[in-house]
């Protein structure tokens, strides 16, 4: 999340969410720190890209098991499902059931086309997957002097370890220092070419710094997944470095080449990073490139800002289909909607951000993507609103002149009749599917999962009692939510 949230209320108890000076002023690294999240070792069919060349400097080189292969299968578009699960991690010992286990399937949609993706285990909603980070004494100085400046280390999962790893710390308002509880990203192949944890090239580790109820990324994926729309698949994950426990951690997929072959048949698009602006003319240069660095052509961001510029309201989708994946849209802003994403695009109260945007090159157009959903599934942070008012545009009030704060095409949307009258169709569809992912006996399951290890995570920054009272908070959110949907399309004549 980009802007500074200034706190959580549960049960009447102030929540402060910040403890690191810094996060009131973090943002993002820049291109060239090296954060380029979906930039992977480049395959023997894939262009060469000098600015991915591993970082000088010697150094081990991979550790045990982790092998050299990618995500394989061909990806249906959209839809299917994961493959199958493997062992459970960090001393679960059974095996997981991978795609419907005992709670649920691996939060995934997309397909690997029959074959097994080996990463599946890692994120099986009925493991617990233990990842121990090992950081010498100068990577942990590094760190505290600048956190996000990628540094040596090595990660262990299960059996597998990867020395030579790069590590460092992730987050904006979320940002906290290395003897906190600081959420971490982790490149295995930024030093040895190839290296990867189960086809894996990127890990992220959420520290829930404004999630008290520790289970609100892994439920809001489940709703995009179940949508067959393309999202991360996430659970939680129990994290250790050098030895020593650092707590419960949300375990979301990287949105990497790797990630995207899971749903695009084609991964050779630009993958673009939010950077708090909107799709206006003049804003192409904001948006962070995450693939084709080197080659930085951003004809593609300049058409799409044009043809919203220049759309009419009355042919509003029709004239955006050149360019955007309109059905997905729609569908991608319901679910935002009904999973009470306040950060992210169409109904952030602050700016837009938390979303990736991928230019399918065998389509043509543009995909949302969805990131940072620490936010959803609860109240507004100061507690004056419920529920996401889905046809009213939201209005920043944090800045001078209370300017509208949802996002530009989804307000174009609103301004047109019939993309209106679209909108509230893919709501009706989208609040069934909610209700038929039986949210609050899923989050029932994954409470009992992880109860006695937030009980021992002492670096989380909210008492026992507020986890409790922040659970029992997200059941009575659950349980209200698709009915609200429904009232407010009543209300609105649909």
């Not at 004809?299 to 009419?312: C, E, G, M, Q």
């Not at 009904?338 to 951000?353: C, I, K, L, R, S």
Request: proline share 5%; net charge negative; aromatic share 10%.
């Amino acid at each position: 999340m980009k802007a500074f949230k200034p706190f959580h209320r549960y049960a009447g108890a102030l929540v402060l969410p910040c403890l690191l000076a810094a996060c009131h002023g973090a943002s993002k690294p820049s291109a060239a720190s090296g954060d380029t999240a979906g930039e992977e070792a480049k395959s023997p069919d894939e262009p060469h890209d000098p600015d991915h060349m591993p970082a000088a400097g010697g150094g081990a080189g991979a550790g045990s098991g982790a092998g050299g292969a990618g995500a394989s299968g061909t990806p249906a578009a959209h839809g299917g499902s994961s493959g199958a699960g493997g062992p459970a991690a960090g001393g679960g010992g059974a095996p997981s059931a991978g795609a419907g286990g005992a709670l649920g399937s691996a939060g995934a949609s997309g397909s690997t086309g029959g074959a097994l993706d080996p990463s599946t285990e890692l994120f099986a909603q009925d493991s617990l997957p233990r990842f121990d980070i090992t950081l010498s004494q100068e990577s942990m100085d590094a760190l505290s002097t600048d956190p996000t400046t990628y540094v040596r280390g090595s990660i262990r999962y299960g059996a597998i370890t990867l020395n030579d790893v790069a590590v460092r710390i992730k987050g904006e308002a979320s940002l906290r220092g290395i003897t906190q509880k600081a959420a971490f990203k982790i490149k295995t192949d930024e030093f040895v070419a190839g290296q990867n944890l189960l086809g894996l090239k990127r890990i992220t580790l959420n520290n829930m710094a404004q999630d008290p109820t520790f289970l609100s990324e892994r439920l809001a994926y489940q709703v995009y997944a179940a949508a067959k729309l393309p999202a991360p698949r996430c659970n939680n994950a129990l994290v250790y470095v050098n030895d020593d426990f650092y707590g419960v951690y949300a375990n979301v997929e990287s949105e990497d080449k790797v990630f995207l072959r899971r749903f695009f048949s084609n991964v050779q698009g630009n993958l673009y990073e939010d950077a708090q602006v909107d799709f206006e003319p003049g804003n192409e240069a904001a948006f962070q490139l995450q693939t084709n660095e080197a080659l930085n052509d951003r004809s593609d961001l300049r058409a799409f800002t044009a043809a919203i510029a220049a759309a009419k309201d009355e042919t509003f989708l029709s004239d955006m289909d050149a360019t955007l994946d309109t059905a997905h849209f729609l569908k991608f802003t319901a679910v935002e909607g009904a999973v009470d994403q306040w950060d992210m695009y169409g109904y952030t109260y602050f700016d837009p951000n938390n979303f990736r945007l991928y230019h399918d090159p065998a389509s043509g157009k543009f995909t949302f993507l969805p990131w940072g959903m620490d936010l959803s599934l609860k109240p507004f942070l100061d507690g004056s609103m419920v529920h996401v008012p889905l046809f009213k545009v939201p209005v920043y009030e944090n800045k001078p002149g209370n300017h509208d704060a949802g996002g530009l095409i989804f307000r174009r949307c609103l301004a047109s009749p019939s993309c209106k009258n679209q909108y509230a169709q893919a709501l009706k569809s989208v609040a069934d599917l909610y209700d038929a992912q039986k949210l609050d006996e899923l989050a029932a399951q994954y409470y009992a999962q992880i109860k006695e290890h937030v009980y021992r995570d002492w670096r989380k920054e909210y008492s026992n009692e507020q986890f409790e009272d922040a659970y029992q908070s997200l059941l009575t959110h659950l349980r209200s939510r698709s009915a609200a949907i429904r009232g407010e399309l009543q209300a609105a004549g649909y």
